[in-house]
């Protein structure tokens, strides 16, 4: 299939391509790039005045697929991926059954691939069913294609098992994708540890609790060889932390998702509201000013969403009884856009950036590129819309986001995934 794209302001950072022109894909490659393409095709896309870019890589998403497909499954997952722009994304391993052996792995890049929509790729669990007792089948998942090992949803509190683990990856040269948590530290906490959150009679959890988780597993990291990315980071000292590790030359990569760089603890103004519990939970302005500057300076190089989708009947209850987590997939770009871009810290191709090509360089995968000859992964990003977000028109089974009527600019108007058209608005 030939598919033209017209007069779209091209931003490829793998290249720093940053001019309007036309791509033209055959097959499932980009075949040319151009400031004009006269050929016939199948499909003409006008891009006039968006943006069009490589797509979207999301290194942290729950499907829940298999065992909790109520919430998410991966047909759903994809679309809603798709939705937002993504052609690749990474699946974290908190299934049931846990995806801790080469089974499962192979399960959900079966299902996905019979799916015919974007690239979902297993990440697999660091011990056996995430109890933290005894490592994973990590091998044999790596046969398997598992591209990365994360016991996402809590850490490892075993930091000697820990640290086989992170000789292995190493010696497999795969990634370790971190939550960075202290279980002991928690105390049952729900939301922030703030003043605000202390008037409102809600438990807190405080910077600490994934503070010295990060500052553990870089050392370890140090100390291993392995290449450790830190997920949703959430706090100013994180950010302090992964800035001397990269001074030191240490393998070591962070993402932030939109909600910790667009909202604050402040922004909770009903306790029983749970699309507002998140782990880990809304910082204060200190922390998301930090968050916001190490994006800028590119010390956190990487934007995740952590789409964590549950349903109605799970988040209707008190704070302290609901889960954690809230969708992500269909509001990451025009977030992104609105907070970074609008807001001065982003350029155009920094967004690019740090939503498809460092994504690809932290997995060592080749993509996040669209110049002649790579993988035809593009998204068609229009920034001049601006809208409220409606989340009764998600794609994703979950609607538990606390950006319900948020106002937003910029809006994925197409996702294209290995040369097929797999969203169109």
Same mark, same amino acid.
């Given at each position: 299939?030939?598919?033209?794209?017209?007069?779209? @302001?091209?931003?490829?950072?793998?290249?720093?391509?940053?001019?309007?022109?036309?791509?033209?894909?055959?097959?499932?490659?980009?075949?040319?790039?151009?400031?004009?393409?006269?050929?016939?095709?199948?499909?003409?896309?006008?891009?006039?005045?968006?943006?069009?870019?490589?797509? *979207?890589?999301?290194?942290?998403?729950?499907?829940?697929?298999?065992?909790?497909?109520?919430?998410?499954?991966?047909?759903?997952?994809?679309?809603?991926?798709?939705?937002?722009?993504?052609?690749?994304?990474?699946?974290?391993?908190?299934? +049931?059954?846990?995806?801790?052996?080469?089974?499962?792995?192979?399960?959900?890049?079966?299902?996905?691939?019979?799916? +015919?929509?974007?690239?979902?790729?297993?990440?697999?669990?660091?011990?056996?069913?995430?109890?933290?007792?005894?490592?994973?089948?990590?091998?044999?998942?790596?046969?398997?294609?598992?591209?990365?090992?994360?016991?996402?949803?809590?850490?490892?509190?075993?930091?000697?098992?820990?640290?086989?683990?992170?000789?292995?990856?190493?010696?497999?040269?795969?990634?370790?994708?971190?939550?960075?948590?202290?279980?002991?530290?928690?105390?049952?906490?729900?939301?922030?540890?703030?003043?605000?959150?202390?008037?409102?009679?809600?438990?807190?959890?405080?910077?600490?609790?994934?503070?010295?988780?990060?500052?553990?597993?870089?050392?370890?990291? +140090?100390?291993?060889?392995?290449?450790? @990315?830190?997920?949703?980071?959430?706090?100013?000292?994180?950010?302090?932390?992964?800035?001397?590790?990269?001074?030191?030359?240490?393998?070591?990569?962070?993402?932030?998702?939109?909600?910790?760089?667009?909202?604050?603890?402040?922004?909770?103004?009903?306790?029983?509201?749970?699309?507002?519990?998140?782990?880990?939970?809304?910082?204060?302005?200190?922390?998301?000013?930090?968050?916001?500057?190490?994006? +800028?300076?590119?010390?956190?190089?990487?934007?995740?969403?952590?789409?964590?989708?549950?349903?109605?009947?799970?988040?209707?209850?008190?704070?302290?009884?609901?889960?954690?987590?809230?969708?992500?997939?269909?509001?990451?770009?025009?977030?992104?856009?609105?907070?970074?871009?609008?807001?001065?810290? *982003?350029?155009?191709?920094?967004?690019?950036?740090?939503?498809?090509?460092?994504?690809?360089?932290?997995?060592?995968?080749?993509?996040?590129?669209?110049?002649?000859?790579?993988?035809?992964?593009?998204?068609?990003?229009?920034?001049?819309?601006?809208?409220?977000?409606?989340?009764?028109?998600?794609?994703?089974?979950?609607?538990?986001?606390?950006? @319900?009527?948020?106002?937003?600019?910029?809006?994925?108007?197409?996702?294209?995934?290995?040369?097929?058209?797999?969203?169109?608005?």
């Amino acid at each position: 299939m030939k598919i033209l794209i017209k007069n779209g @302001h091209i931003l490829n950072p793998a290249t720093n391509m940053d001019e309007v022109a036309d791509l033209m894909i055959e097959d499932n490659k980009v075949a040319a790039i151009d400031k004009t393409i006269v050929v016939e095709a199948d499909k003409v896309i006008d891009a006039e005045g968006k943006w069009v870019m490589p797509g *979207f890589i999301d290194l942290h998403v729950h499907f829940r697929d298999p065992g909790l497909t109520h919430k998410e499954d991966i047909i759903t997952g994809m679309a809603a991926a798709a939705h937002g722009g993504y052609t690749s994304v990474f699946a974290m391993p908190n299934t +049931k059954p846990v995806a801790d052996n080469a089974e499962v792995i192979s399960y959900v890049h079966d299902k996905a691939k019979d799916g +015919k929509c974007i690239n979902v790729y297993q990440v697999g669990a660091i011990t056996v069913g995430q109890a933290g007792a005894e490592l994973s089948d990590i091998r044999g998942m790596v046969e398997a294609g598992c591209p990365a090992l994360s016991e996402d949803g809590k850490s490892v509190m075993n930091a000697n098992l820990y640290r086989d683990a992170m000789k292995l990856a190493a010696e497999l040269d795969i990634p370790i994708l971190a939550h960075c948590e202290d279980i002991n530290m928690v105390n049952g906490g729900c939301v922030n540890a703030d003043a605000k959150t202390r008037e409102m009679g809600l438990p807190g959890i405080t910077n600490s609790v994934e503070d010295v988780i990060v500052a553990r597993d870089i050392l370890i990291a +140090k100390e291993t060889g392995a290449r450790l @990315h830190l997920c949703h980071c959430s706090t100013a000292d994180s950010v302090k932390m992964v800035q001397a590790a990269k001074e030191e030359g240490l393998p070591v990569s962070a993402e932030v998702c939109p909600h910790h760089f667009v909202l604050t603890s402040d922004d909770i103004t009903d306790p029983a509201n749970t699309d507002f519990k998140m782990n880990p939970p809304l910082r204060t302005r200190e922390d998301v000013d930090a968050l916001k500057q190490g994006l +800028k300076d590119g010390i956190m190089e990487v934007i995740s969403t952590d789409h964590a989708p549950h349903t109605a009947e799970e988040k209707n209850t008190i704070m302290q009884k609901a889960p954690f987590g809230i969708v992500g997939l269909e509001t990451a770009a025009c977030l992104t856009y609105s907070e970074l871009v609008q807001g001065g810290y *982003f350029t155009p191709m920094q967004m690019a950036a740090a939503m498809s090509y460092n994504p690809a360089k932290v997995m060592k995968m080749d993509k996040g590129d669209i110049a002649p000859g790579k993988v035809a992964d593009v998204v068609i990003f229009d920034p001049n819309v601006t809208y409220k977000i409606d989340k009764t028109t998600f794609a994703s089974k979950g609607q538990n986001t606390p950006f @319900h009527g948020y106002e937003v600019t910029g809006k994925v108007v197409c996702t294209i995934c290995d040369g097929n058209v797999v969203f169109e608005a």
